[in-house]
């Protein structure tokens, strides 16, 4: 099963609504429906409160919904006049509504849309805006910590001391939230530079107590209480400007013993909030994801006339190629505002000279190769089937040294406008394996996903291998990427099961590549979201 990226709150708020109440305004309420995927069948997942007499509402209940990248979440939003208590609405009045999808709302962050009293059929009169924020504290703490004069507590040697900071949990319980490593035989200890979330510290709540409790670790027995101490997160953010010292104190120790001072001393030599941005901060914040589709049309395929070509339409008009454009065309398009795509073949001899093309525009025209939405991809496809002649070999540095063309410009930027998503459909092996590693190694410095599907039966070992999850993919050279950047899946695995199956694991690591790559260029969103007060 695929896991949610992050949870998403949707405020909701229309205006102009129709007024069905005689004597005053219409009721309001936003009731929220996701489809299951089975034809038209729609659950409720959440709704809003009732606004009495307001044809203007802004609805105080956020709605939550789980977002997964990797699927077309189809969302329904309905708008209905509430007269009586109880829950069904099959005696309200229906203001009107909107099916979207929740990649829609995301990319637009503010989704504006006329209210329709059935798809395709407006109400006249109303429209919902809906505005998406992810959920998340996206704050981390980073800290640098060391101590003084610590207690030893060893026979032997001095004191192997390690900090741990923990969340005040539900009563007396703390909750580990960060622990760190080791210093040997050392009584003034300086740990590691490390970033601990706001989340997982103090659920972003900056006057919640933590403790921070220094021990010994013996190898034998439990690690032993040096001291801690317990004091609120905004203590720390003093250590912005200057170091900020503690007593470290053992609690047993000081009920014991009335001379007892303390156990040494907690120093806090630095305390920065920063930013961990996600893949929605980026979308929302105005990243465009460039979807470009390249297709295997070598002759190993099979003559496309024949039945048991991977190229033959069936005659309900579909095949394997198609298929895996459609699943995950449909997922990506939402995050292109102009729905504008290029898509090639390569592998093929090409009219007019019939010469073997590596990246040929499906539509023929090298001036202008994009196709209209997910539609115009295979509409070129099904035209370039009966125009081209399948041939060899099985060459991939071409078509990702094109989209890496793009992604370089891009990059040059220094903004997070434009990632490249480029989808080869292929039949077998690759003839130009040692170039296409060398183009994936700078493809990875650029803001650039490969995804690799695999239709048919071959032999898929060299796509597992660029794929890199065995291990660190590296050039001719020897130099290593600078990021994983292939995700590759054989189609077979999909033949029998739902058809959004084959979009969820194909796009599953999109987001965190995106992510990756900005974070390395140390790039925030156009539009960073503010951080919580």
Known sequence: MAQCVTKVQLTISCENLMDKDVGSKSDPLCVLLQNTGADDHWIELDRTERVKNCQKPEFAKKLEVDYFFERVQKLKFGIYDIDNKSSALNDDDYLGGVECTLGQIVSSKTFTRPLELKKGKLAGKGSITIVAEEMNDKRSAVLQLEARNLENKDFMGKSDPFM??????????????YRSEVIKNNLNPNWKTFSVSLQSLCNGDMQKPIKVACNDQDESTDSDLIGEVILPVCKLLEAQNQVIEFECINPEKQRKKKSYKNSGIIRVRSCKIETD???????????????????DFTGSNGDPRSPDSLHYISPNGVNEYLTAIWSVGQVIQDYDTDKLFPAFGFGAQVPPNWQVSHEFPLNFNPDNPYCQGVQGIIDAYRNALVNVRLYGPTNFSPIITHVSRFASTAAQQQVAGQYYVLLIITDGEITDLDQTRNAIVEASKLPMSIIIVGVGSADFKAMEFLDGDDGVLKSLSGEPVARDIV?????????NTPKEALAQTVLAEVPKQLVSYYKMRNLPPVNAPNPPQ
């Not at 995700?487 to 033949?495: D, E, K, T």
């Open 164 to 177: 741990e900071l923990y969340r005040q949990g539900d009563g007396d319980k703390w909750q580990l939230a």
């Open 277 to 295: 941005f996600s893949f929605l901060d980026y979308v929302m914040g105005g990243c465009q994801i460039n979807f470009t589709v390249g297709i």
């Open 487 to 495: 995700q590759f899946v054989p189609f077979r695995q999909f033949q």
